[in-house]
């Protein structure tokens, strides 16, 4: 059967450090979280899963695809978004920038139009759309970058740290958002720990291994125990 990931033998060595050490992880779960120590290997994990890190070794199937093989083709069925909005804006005002996401699908002027509002009104944008993107508040520049995401119908949904930036309220729509079931799955790296047990499954990495899998509200009591021995 296709898992949604499958890491067999996985190892990552960048520049002169092994990063990933022989991972082996099936994950089918609709929403995943990733949580471990600052250095563990989280990021290279999700850039691994995104298809933007090679495996050194061993082989990462997502969505049934091959990251390697078959990348143009898992680029157009996953979206990621990091932790820093400012560096995820490219146009200037909100509505082109939404748009800019699009640029790759064949769609009609009303098409792409129909689209972006749609979007915009999901993520609580529309009243902006003819604002500079650069004069929002970073809680709505978060919100841009996952509505540019989310109009392209993801079936994956990769984030990496995607609450980091935000207060306590935006970061919890930020997670209602990537959490509600849209027709995605979502893999994110977080060490939002209300947001890692909201997920349904959790893996706790470290040093560069897989020190656990499991139900989020395990894994997550689990790490922040670790701490605290
Ligand atoms: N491009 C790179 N070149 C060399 N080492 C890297 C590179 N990227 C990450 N690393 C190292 O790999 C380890 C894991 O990094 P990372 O995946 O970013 O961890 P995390 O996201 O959990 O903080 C760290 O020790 C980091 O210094
Ligand atoms: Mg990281």
Redesign the pocket.
Known sequence: MTSAVRLAGVSVR??D?D?LHDVDLVLDARTVAVV?D???????LARLIGGLVRPSAGRVEVLGLDTVRDAAALRRRTAIVFSNPDAQIVMPTVAEDVAFSLRADRLSRPERHMRVAVALERFGLAGLADRPAYELSGGQKQLLALCGAFVRRPDLVIADEPTAFLDGRNAHVVSGHLLADAGHRLVV?THDLDLAARCDVAVR?REGRIAQVGAAADVVAAHSASWRC
Do not use: E, I, P
């Open positions: 960048l520049a450090t990063v471990g600052n250095g563990s290997g989280k990021s290279t790296v990495m």
